[in-house]
């Protein structure tokens, strides 16, 4: 296995710490996992169901979650193919998934054996008595019926059932992934966004062949395993959703933690990256969901996140298939994030086990894209195989992103004429169809916004006032106007904001914590009103597991799985570590819970940014500087984010965009807001273009767009919600 018991140990007795286990539980718990890895028979098997096709109404991103997990448990676990059994659409029956379970998972597991199930569909509530009040949440299978006065019964499989199959399973190892939601809030949000739960005009209850296995599960004797650790897309009573992008759709949930989980080390904790997963969720859907943990016993959380991939490499996907010749490749990109995905170019991969080998991107069809062999492999002739994992070597953007802003179906067709003509004066701002991928929607404002529980859309009476909102209609903080403007009014006078969430979107282009080689990490504290550290970010490619295991121990004080709070009115401090053999320059970004755009590196006394110094190597640096008050934390609640964008060449263009473009921000000395953001996110992407000059040319492209090589910048994201 070519792992020592003693790393073994110290990998998986961080993971167990950050959920809570004592540390005398560390070894013995360590030993369990450890001894079961090293057993050549222990097997690794999931069953993947996804419905799409309700009758009388459908998700459409379900199917593609099964093969975001099939194809990361494949190629990033390790798991076989046929190891894995997938249920879609007609095959998910009731009685076909619960039957799979018994045979697929129950029957062949051993101790030891990995077990992971994933559901991605709607979920209900059914009552198990003749009183409403007693509700359980269910999984609506393929075969639902529309419960009736005379005939409440429907095929639902209760989550009660689930756990009880997942406690007959003879391994602790076990996981259940439940990408669905079960209150449904009365209106499905419209156009690109979609939400898990079955509307139902009545309340049903289950069949009697599901409460028959229920009480035969009851009377089991042998249930004696803890029942694993189920991950679920929201809290009890949230809305589970799912979104399109360009040429695809899938859950929020899904896709972020499939994503998070191909870059994830085994030196990353659980607590790290679900509280990164829940994140991306919040950030990009606006609503209040917020993914959950759930485990019965300590003996739970370690499987799938440490012990199934201790062996494997980080990657951002993987060939899939090779074709006629060698000289093109299939490509799956489950491990880019989806606004790089959805805008690299003609981007270039190395595969990660072929060395000399690259692969340029030609074109892509929603999570699968053809590429050429730039190179062919020169160490012993080596050929690429279908399942060889790929990693990002130079991210090509375009120059001209846009900003995407859907027109809501609610407006009237005149408004939508009205805002279609003013957004096309509004430049690198296009307007689309309410039913089209978007990073924003824009329509009138519902009179019971204020009011209303976040993401939820509840129609009312409306006032005349047009707004911005997130994809899943939330209300963008002060883009709703007054009463009474025209549409062209308000186009009008949201253009400094749209500039300012255009220039969010670049900065958010040059992350790549997942793919960045550059040594280099960062670290959030409180100054005020508790001095502590709160997090800590680094590119898991760039700096060895053992730093990552340490900065882990510093940065998980809070001990929450979930998103990372700050307190509104808190004293902030990041903290940057050079641990390179050449100097590095930054820069740090802030985007406040308010959507302005603020820079970190103003020395708090004048508008005009000093000449930049770089972190030497071994050397560490505060931001703002040692002895300083520290960043207070906006008072407005919501999320926020800070990008730290570390360089081997400086930001010359970045400081000459900043120039008087910058005023004090109230109460908070060494912060500037940006008064130009878009000019300087530009300038920002044209040096990290200028600093990746020679590794592109090394590589062999020659392009016209941005191109920016992993090799030579890091950006680090930081996402919290202010409470």
């Not at 998103?563 to 802030?590: C, H, K, T, W």
């Not at 640096?621 to 800070?642: D, K, N």
Request: glycine share 8%; with cysteine.
């Amino acid at each position: 296995m070519g792992l020592k018991r003693r790393e073994f140990l110290q990998q998986a007795g961080w993971v167990l710490a950050a959920l809570g286990i004592s540390e005398a539980g560390w070894e013995r718990l360590g030993d369990r996992y450890y001894q079961a890895l090293a057993q050549p028979t222990a097997r690794k098997l999931a069953l993947l169901v996804g419905v799409d096709k309700y009758p009388g109404s459908a998700l459409h991103g379900c199917v593609t979650d099964v093969e975001l997990q099939r194809e990361l448990l494949e190629y990033r676990f390790g798991f076989g193919p046929s190891d894995i059994l997938t249920l879609t659409d007609s095959q998910a029956t009731r009685e076909n998934i619960e039957t799979a379970f018994v045979s697929h998972l129950t029957q062949q597991a051993k101790p030891g054996d990995v077990v992971v199930f994933h559901f991605s569909g709607c979920g209900s509530r059914v009552s198990l008595s003749e009183s409403p009040t007693v509700m359980q949440n269910s999984l609506v299978p393929v075969d639902d019926v529309v419960p009736a006065l005379g005939n409440r019964a429907v095929n639902d499989m209760l989550e009660e059932t689930l756990l009880l199959l997942m406690r007959s399973l003879p391994t602790e190892s076990a996981i259940a992934i439940l990408d669905t939601s079960y209150s449904y809030p009365g209106v499905n949000p419209t156009g690109n966004f979609r939400i898990r739960s079955r509307p139902r005009p009545i309340v049903a209850s289950p069949s009697m062949g599901e409460l028959d296995l229920l009480d035969r599960l009851k009377l089991v004797n042998n249930l004696t395993s803890s029942g694993g650790t189920t991950l679920t897309a929201a809290a009890p009573g949230q809305l589970s959703a799912e979104i399109q992008w360009n040429g695809f759709t899938a859950g929020l949930f899904t896709y972020a933690l499939t994503q998070t989980l191909w870059w994830t080390t085994p030196a990353s904790s659980l607590q790290v990256s679900f509280s990164r997963v829940a994140a991306q969720v919040e950030q990009r859907s606006g609503l209040t969901q917020e993914p959950q943990i759930r485990h019965d016993d300590v003996k739970a959380p370690a499987g799938m996140f440490t012990t199934a991939m201790l062996n494997s490499p980080t990657a951002d996907g993987a060939v899939s298939a090779v074709e006629e010749g060698s000289k093109t490749v299939q490509l799956w990109l489950a491990g880019l994030p989806p606004e790089i995905l959805e805008s690299c170019g003609a981007s270039v991969f190395s595969p990660v086990s072929s060395e000399g080998a690259r692969l340029l991107m030609l074109r892509r069809n929603g999570l699968s894209a053809k590429a050429q062999v730039l190179e062919a492999p020169i160490s012993n002739q080596v050929q690429l195989t279908a399942g060889e994992l790929v990693r990002e070597e130079i991210r090509v953007l375009p120059r001209n992103i846009s900003l995407t802003v859907a027109l809501d179906s609610g407006l009237e067709r005149i408004e939508r004429v009205d805002a279609t003509s003013a957004f096309a004066t509004v430049p690198q701002v296009s307007a689309v169809a309410g039913d089209q991928p978007a990073d924003y929607r824009f329509g009138r404002v519902p009179e019971t916004t204020v009011a209303q529980t976040p993401g939820v859309y509840e129609p009312g009476l409306y006032q005349g006032r047009y707004g911005l909102f997130s994809v899943g209609e939330t209300l963008v903080p002060h883009t709703e106007g007054d009463g009474g403007e025209a549409v062209k009014v308000a186009v009008q006078r949201l253009t400094p904001q749209l500039k300012t969430l255009l220039a969010i979107k670049l900065l958010r282009l040059t992350a790549n914590e997942g793919s960045s080689r550059l040594k280099v990490r960062a670290m959030l504290s409180t100054l005020a009103p508790q001095a502590i550290t709160v997090a800590g970010r680094s590119p898991v490619r760039g700096v060895s597991d053992d730093r990552v295991s340490s900065l882990r121990a510093e940065s998980e004080k809070s001990g929450s799985s979930g998103i990372l709070s700050v307190n509104a009115g808190s004293r902030l401090q990041y903290r940057l570590y050079n641990e390179g053999d050449r100097p590095i320059y930054f820069m740090v970004f802030g985007s406040d819970s308010s959507r302005r755009l603020l820079v970190l590196n103003s020395d708090g006394e004048t508008n005009v940014p000093r000449p930049m110094q770089p972190i030497a190597p071994g050397a560490n640096l505060s931001v703002p500087q040692a002895g300083a008050i520290g960043w207070e934390v906006s008072r407005a609640i919501g999320l926020s984010e800070t990008f730290i964008i570390f360089s081997e060449k400086p930001f010359d263009r970045t400081l000459s965009a900043l120039q008087g473009g910058m005023q004090q921000a109230r109460d908070a000395l060494p912060i500037r807001v940006l008064l130009n953001p878009l000019n300087v996110a530009r300038a920002v992407l044209e040096d990290l273009h200028a600093a990746s000059v020679t590794g592109v040319e090394k590589v062999g492209i020659s392009t016209d767009d941005i191109a920016l090589d992993v090799n030579v910048w890091a950006t680090l994201s930081f996402v919290y919600r202010v409470v």
